[in-house]
């Protein structure tokens, strides 16, 4: 019987000749990544569990980026980022990134692609749900809580139980006013909030192919949205060009077998497809942005994980450029190089970042920012009954800051031209 | 592990997520500081809008004010509980508050990994819309050994899906008792 990528990385990391949905089995970690919110109580329980000679496993596979909650006068806050800097010196880890400094990153899963830590045909395992993200590359990623991540520290294993794969593939030729964001957030209306619990999420189709290794993150960044525990997209030209400037490192290459046995199978058209967003208070709650067109907003917020790549910020430009902002708009940049790429990096005749301040809006400094609300002081975080729209992944209740506020996820084209028009918007009006 | 668990019954719907059991901002407390890690419990389930707390009635909340414990110790949810986060910090806020087991339809798979390697609280599934028919307050009795629940307050008796793959980790009490238990580390 045939088996999917997700079913033979799984296979060589647990070394084993093929694996069937279902098996348990031990993983071989590659690399283990945490931030200053959960690594703090994952180094505790480490310490606690392997007593005070405890060792890592491979001090050279573990990646560590405070990203969370940086910039914030929040003592709690910021002594996480001391405990996670005392304890890189102490173990000398050569893989973290300090605040302050000019190996600071910001969000993880977009500075595990830019440092060359997503190597296809490994397994990546971080303390955020967000970890799949990093399977654009080929690779099996997923999240964990800390005592997984504590037993990984000193062991390098983890259980897992093999996952049964649904396929997603998107035929056709991306239209100029679709993203990524639209395809996931057409994906998690259709089979909701649970709909990939404990299965593999693999996307194929000529319209992934033509996508940047920066849009297919934002595909895999939302499996989790469905419940999945990894997304995955094959290896491929564009994946190869992206590594080649990332790193040294052999790979190997997997791809799903003809036969391979699927839980399900999804085929959509891209030119089919319109822009969409995600209602409050749920990223399945989906609606045509015509459906809502009108609503009114208070706030538009462009960043994380999800929304605050180059891709994203180059999409933006392109509706804000020579255009205001009707509404406060925060301009987030995922990672530190994207926040050097908006200098750089140019539509017609402007940087985008010439771009963005002209249009008014608020360009802040690279971390999670308000995409999960954080302390109170973080910047963007919604206030009272603030109507946002976003680029980021979740729209749960609080999840950007204030209980009684609501949240609209949608692409960067849909939020800059809602930020432009004040109340919701279908980027097709402004292109 | 105890082989019975007797409590009162905290009623909530579906897709409880990570972010209403254990709000982000609340996680910057130490968990091996008492004072603070008492912060867990105090904010366990704080974001649950208001009407979906404590169903069928809603508007109870699952901690009193100015309290860090609440008196319920048993959580009934609907499907997908846990969805969201990776944080460990929301089965660990849930026990902290004094939350023994949680009975639902289906759970996030990061939230019930974190419930059973960390040993916080048991995660049990049930086929039943169990959160229709279980109101809170209900004192609940729970026979671990052998996966059935009785509704004390109506007699009504359920029968649980075994804890099947994970029961040696939830008997052991959470991941490193079961990998010093199996020999796999010292």
């Known amino acids: 019987m045939g088996m999917t990528i997700t079913e033979k990385i799984l296979a060589k990391s647990a070394g084993k000749e093929s694996v069937k949905p279902g098996d348990n089995i031990w993983l071989n970690v590659d690399v283990l990544m945490t931030h200053d919110v959960c690594g703090p109580p994952t180094i505790g329980i480490w310490k606690s569990e392997f007593g005070k000679d405890a060792t890592i496993w491979d001090k050279d596979k573990l990646v560590i980026f405070p990203d969370h909650y940086i910039f914030t006068a929040n003592k709690h806050a910021n002594r996480n980022v001391d405990i996670l800097r005392n304890f890189a010196d ?30 296809p045909g490994t397994v990546l395992i971080g303390t955020d749900s967000h970890t799949c993200t990093s399977g654009a590359f080929g690779m099996f990623s997923t999240g964990v809580g800390n005592t997984d991540a504590a037993f990984i520290l000193g ?71 469905g419940g999945g525990m990894n997304g995955i997209i094959p290896v491929d030209a564009v994946t190869e060009d992206y590594l080649q400037e990332r790193t040294n490192k052999a790979y190997d290459k997997f791809y799903s077998d003809e036969d391979a046995v699927y839980h399900s199978k999804y085929e959509y058209n891209v030119e089919n497809l319109v822009p969409l967003v995600a209602k409050p208070h749920s990223p399945d709650n989906k609606a045509a942005v015509r459906e809502v067109e009108g609503t009114p907003i208070t706030k538009a917020y ?66 999670c920012a308000a995409c999960l609300g954080g302390p109170d002081d973080t910047i963007g975080r919604t206030v009272g009954n603030d109507v946002t729209i976003s680029t980021t992944n979740r729209n749960f209740p609080g999840r950007m800051g204030s209980k009684q506020a609501e949240v609209y996820l949608a692409s960067p084209l849909t939020v800059a031209a809602s930020a432009v028009k004040g109340v919701i918007t279908d980027p097709r009006d402004l292109m | 592990m105890e082989n019975i668990v007797i409590g009162k019954a905290f009623v909530l719907g579906n897709n409880i997520d990570t972010d209403q059991i254990i709000p982000a901002e609340h996680l910057v407390y130490s968990m091996d500081d008492e004072n603070e890690a008492k912060m867990y419990g105090k904010y366990a389930l704080s974001s649950v809008p208001k009407e979906y707390s404590g169903l069928p009635l809603g508007n109870i909340p699952f901690v009193e004010e100015g309290k860090y414990e609440s008196e319920y110790q048993i959580i009934v949810g609907g499907s997908n509980f846990g969805c969201g986060s990776s944080r460990e910090h929301a089965p660990y806020a849930l026990m902290k508050a004094g939350a023994k087991v949680i009975i639902a339809e289906s759970y996030a798979r990061i939230f019930y990994r974190n419930s059973v390697d960390g040993g916080f609280v048991i995660p049990y599934e049930i086929k039943e819309k169990l959160n229709e028919k279980v109101k809170t307050g209900d004192v609940l009795k729970i026979d671990i050994e052998n996966n059935i629940l009785v509704n004390n307050s109506t007699g009504e008796t359920f029968s649980l899906n075994p804890l099947g793959d994970v029961l040696p980790i939830v008997s052991a009490g959470g991941l490193f008792k079961y990998a010093r238990k199996s020999g796999m580390i010292e």
């Open chain 1, 90 to 119: 102490e173990y000398s880890i050569d893989n973290y990134y300090d605040v302050g400094t000019s190996r600071y990153k910001g969000v993880c899963h977009i500075a595990l692609a830019e440092e060359g830590y997503n190597i």
């Open chain 1, 155 to 225: 062991t390098g294993k983890i259980w897992e139980k093999v996952p049964e794969t649904m396929k997603f593939t998107f035929t056709g030729k991306m239209p100029e006013y679709l993203t990524a964001k639209d395809l996931i957030l057409q994906i998690l209306g259709d089979i909701t909030t649970d709909g990939a619990t404990y299965r593999a999420m693999e996307f194929d189709g000529e319209a992934v192919f033509s996508l940047s290794m920066n849009e297919r993150m934002t595909l895999c960044n939302m499996a989790i949205e």
């Open chain 1, 302 to 367: 462009i960043g994380s994980c999800t929304g605050g790549k180059i891709s994203d910020f180059q999409f933006a430009a392109k509706i804000l450029y020579d255009k205001k902002v009707a509404v406060t708009t925060f301009i987030v940049p995922a990672s530190t190089e994207v926040a050097k790429q908006l200098e750089t990096e140019m539509y017609k005749d402007k940087s985008l970042k010439e771009i963005f301040e002209s249009a008014g809006a608020v360009i802040a400094k690279s971390s």
